[in-house]
Structures are given as structure tokens and as C-alpha cells.
């Protein structure tokens, strides 16, 4: 099965949204939403997420599941917002519980915040299957980025969220807390041995130099052949070696702080005081 893909771009944070529908219904799902974020104002905007509402109206689509391929820490989730609108579920890998009890120690929650999972509808495991109208998507665990990242195949396409990049960019980071280069590297083994044909949706573009347009969508066989940091047969031992010296040069995503505690709570804003007022933390010389 073909699934009809449409992407949504975000240009603050160099996302990227997909719509998945079933070509033979109305039935969609909804993968990496974002929610705007002002962050030297402390403001929220929906602009993003009422641009994939309206598709989804103006085409009559019936949203099944609201999907997160990790929890993302340069961009906020605008899970909860989505589901209010449009309903769906939302799920995410189920080693949530370990990004749950990493910061949530990071950041101070204390024991009201629950650690299992339970903010989200369903945790997925390796080799878990579920239905988008009658697609059939199966669950990969990639883990590397985060120990959370999860792949989704859905017919002929693969959302492979921050695992890999377009063939010119290569691949994600791997020095977030849990993050691990060997574990990318396996992962990425793993995509790349689906069907050549496959379809992948990279769930960021930063443009490589020499490339005038931002893109999204490769193949597998792309990116075999093409991948700037695995391709061409590229072995682990060279791929964990610069990954590992990359990353040691990389800055902290802007929104590091407020997305994680965002999103490791499904998009949710952590509880108002008594004056219904919700604050974020600034957790120094943790990160």
C-alpha cells in the first residue's frame, strides 16, 4: 500500500509534520506535530497545528492516532492540542518511561509527576502493529538519538523521525542523555534494510550546502548509496568515531528546556500553581 503523505514545514525549527492518510478512506494519522513557541516571551502559538486542522476539515479526514517518534527536544508537541480538535490517540515508543525518569530528575519533578507512560494512550514496543484506517503500520525501535526513537512503516514509507537525515545531511546526534552512537548505528541497519523502494520521511532538513530547497523524502536505496555519514557501506567503528567527535562540537537545541519537559509529558504543560499559572524550570549546569 501507497499511503498519501502530505508535510507540514516548520521554518523556526526545521521540522517536519506529517499527515499519512489511507488511500482508500478518510482515515489518517497525524506524526511530529509541532507547537509553536516564542521562547524569549514564554508564549505559545498554534499557528503550525491549526495548519494541519484545517487539511485534515478541508479533506474530511478522520484522525486515528497522533503519532510521536520520540520525545523531540528542539520543538514542542502539539499532541494534546490535535487530539482536543480532531480526537485520535497518542502514542509514542514505550522506553518513554526511561526519558520520563531521566529528566524528570534533571528537571526536579518530584513524585507527582508519573514516570510509566501514562501520560500518553499506548506505548509501542518492537514489533507491534496497529491500524490507520486499513494501512497496516509496524513498529520499529531505533534508538541512538534518544533511547525512545521509534520508526513507523506504513506501507511503502518509513517516518523515521531524527534517526536519519536526507543523504546530504546524514544522521541525527547522539549526546542527549541514553543517546548512543552504536545504537544509531544498528538502527539505522535496521531502516535501511527495508526494500530499497521504501519511501523515508526525515522528520527535520537543515539544507545542505549546495542544496537550494529544503526536502524530506528519500529511499532506503538513496540512502545506501548516498548517505553522507553511512552510506557507501560505511563501517561502525568510523560512523561511532565521527559521530562522537561531531557532537562534541554541537550547541544545545534553543528549546532544549522547554521541550522536554513538554513533551515527556505528551505535549502537556506541567500542572498550573494555584493561581492557574504555568511555569517552566531552568534546571543549571545539568544539561
Not at 503519532?67 to 527536544?73: D, I, K, N, P, R
Request: with cysteine; charged share 25%.
Amino acid at each position: 500500500m501507497k499511503p498519501d503523505v502530505t508535510a507540514f514545514f516548520d521554518d523556526a525549527t526545521n521540522t517536519v509534520s506529517f499527515v499519512v492518510k489511507d488511500p482508500e478512506g478518510s482515515a489518517c494519522a497525524i506524526i511530529d506535530s509541532v507547537l509553536d513557541f516564542d521562547h524569549a516571551a514564554g508564549r505559545t502559538d498554534t499557528k503550525s497545528a491549526d495548519a494541519i486542522i484545517a487539511h485534515i476539515k478541508a479533506n474530511a479526514l478522520k484522525v486515528d492516532w497522533i503519532l510521536e517518534s520520540h520525545v523531540h527536544a528542539d520543538h514542542l508537541s502539539a499532541a494534546p492540542y490535535l487530539q482536543e480538535q480532531l480526537g485520535g490517540k497518542i502514542g509514542i515508543g514505550k522506553n518513554i518511561t526511561l526519558i520520563q525518569d531521566t529528566f524528570g530528575k534533571i528537571f526536579n519533578e518530584g513524585t507527582e509527576f508519573q514516570r510509566d507512560g501514562s501520560q500518553f494512550d499506548q506505548l509501542f514496543s518492537e514489533g507491534d502493529s496497529f491500524m490507520i484506517g486499513q494501512m497496516r503500520c509496524d513498529v520499529l525501535h531505533t534508538p541512538g538519538h534518544t533511547p525512545a526513537c521509534m520508526t513507523y512503516v506504513i506501507g511503502d514509507a518509513a517516518f523515521v523521525g531524527d534517526t536519519l537525515f536526507m543523504p546530504d545531511f546524514g544522521t541525527a546526534r547522539c549526546d542527549f542523555p541514553g543517546g548512543s552512537s552504536e545504537d544509531l548505528f544498528q538502527s539505522i541497519q535496521k531502516i535501511l534494510s527495508l526494500p530499497d523502494d521504501t519511501r523515508i520521511f526525515v522528520g527535520h532538513d537543515y539544507k545542505a550546502p549546495g542544496r537550494d530547497e529544503f526536502a524530506w523524502e528519500t529511499t532506503v536505496a538513496a540512502q545506501k548509496a548516498n548517505n553522507v555519514h553511512v552510506g557507501a557501506e560505511a563501517d561502525q567503528a568510523s560512523f561511532v568515531a565521527m559521530r562522537d567527535a561531531r557532537d562534541a562540537t554541537l550547541s544545545m537545541p534553543k528549546l532544549i528546556i522547554p521541550s522536554l519537559q513538554v513533551n515527556m509529558r505528551a505535549g502537556q504543560m506541567p500542572e498550573p500553581d494555584e493561581d492557574g499559572d504555568v511555569y517552566l524550570k531552568v534546571p543549571i549546569n545539568k544539561l
